[in-house]
């Protein structure tokens, strides 16, 4: 990377400082940027590898896998989209919101999540108080426009949806329409992606429900759970989403819900992790590590309740007992046990 010598920046400054500052600011950044690196690297996408890699690492949800490499695909696959590709992703914790992020990440740049491209907003941590709401709205205006005037294929992301005040998810709306362009700056090459987990209980509810009518997991489509959650969090009066017009006037493009984890995906998840670690395939360690995590279950009535699975009964590979925590604790209970 070619660094500007400090004589340059001071001449720019010199020259440029009596045009207004944002003016000056985005001569000047597109300046730089000729020299230095301020974008991240793009890959040639291929529909095949992101297939590839879906099918081999995501566990378990068969629908949150297809809608996204359907979405992904038809969107960079187009060289003028009508408008950024906004997906909403639901489900409760330890499932694989963020990981199916990253697995985008890493089919769009090749740095992957830590690509400059690539930003991350979490409610608690980048808008923490309530009061500070009309400048964190300023701010985050500025952010966008300014990663996106860098980088026209952006990915932004905002995680805990949930919890983020409604009106700093109002202030997106504007760059999630069609054709968006807003001082000169074009938004519609951007992933907008918004994850959310105070839906998992209505998608365990429902999963259970069409389990219980003796449905298959991998029957289920995104009908099945896409109005419900749709209209879920809308009028979900905790979560983000509410009353906001992003919902109202369906800019969110798709819904996606992401499926409790049973047992034998946990099992799956260990069994990843073994790999990674360079342990190889051990059946019986992985099913000792799932059967550490703590499972959800049902009575007859469909009231929850929790327990080890240990203590509770014999674990199937077609029990519908459901990992409380997803696959999150997986690495813990591995640090702990070798
Ligand atoms: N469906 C899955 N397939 C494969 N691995 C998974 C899956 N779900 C979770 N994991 C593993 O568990 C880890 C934690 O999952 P992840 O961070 O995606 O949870 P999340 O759904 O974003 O939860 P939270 O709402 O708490 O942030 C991942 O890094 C991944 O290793
Ligand atoms: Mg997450």
Not at 114 to 138: C, E, G, I, T
Not at 202 to 219: P, T, V
Not at 318 to 331: A, D, Q, Y
Request: hydrophobic share 40%; charged share 25%.
């Amino acid at each position: 990377m070619r660094i500007l010598p400090r004589f340059w920046i001071v001449l720019l400054c010199l020259i440029f400082g009596p045009i207004t500052s944002s003016t000056a600011h985005g001569f000047f950044q597109g300046f730089s940027c000729y020299f230095m690196k301020c974008c991240g690297e793009e890959k040639a996408f291929s529909a095949a590898d992101l297939k590839s890699d879906l099918d081999k690492k995501l566990f378990g949800q068969h629908l949150a896998r297809d809608t996204v490499l359907r979405a992904v695909t038809r969107f960079m696959k187009n060289p003028d989209p009508e408008k950024p590709l906004v997906l909403s992703f639901y489900g409760g914790t330890g499932v694989g919101k963020s990981f199916i992020t990253k697995v985008i990440a890493d089919n769009v740049y090749t740095d992957g999540i830590n690509s400059m491209s690539v930003r991350l907003f979490s409610s608690q941590h980048h808008f923490p108080h309530v009061d500070k709401v009309a400048l964190y709205k300023d701010q985050l205006k500025s952010q966008i426009q300014e990663i996106v005037s860098r980088c026209a294929r952006s990915m932004i992301i905002f995680d805990e949806v949930d919890k983020l005040h409604p009106g700093i998810l109002d202030v997106i709306k504007a760059y999630l329409d069609y054709n968006a362009n807003i001082d000169g700056v074009s938004y519609r090459k951007v992933i907008f992606i918004f994850i959310s987990n105070t839906e998992g209980e209505i998608i365990n509810r429902k999963m259970l429900h069409f389990m219980n009518a003796g449905k298959n997991r991998e029957d289920l489509c995104l009908y099945d759970f896409e109005k419900e959650l749709s209209d879920q969090a809308f009028s979900n009066k905790k979560g983000g989403f509410w009353h906001s017009d992003l919902i109202a006037r369906g800019m969110i493009g798709l819904h996606v819900p992401f499926l409790p984890l049973e047992f034998r995906h946990v099992k799956m998840c260990v069994q990843a992790e073994l790999n990674k670690r360079g342990l190889g395939n051990d059946e019986e360690l992985a099913i000792k590590i799932a059967h550490k995590l703590c499972y959800l279950s049902t009575d007859r009535e469909g009231q929850q309740y929790g327990a080890r699975t240990n203590e509770l009964r014999d674990l199937s590979e077609e029990s519908n007992i459901f990992s409380k925590k997803g696959c999150k604790l997986v690495t813990t209970e591995l640090d702990m046990d070798t």
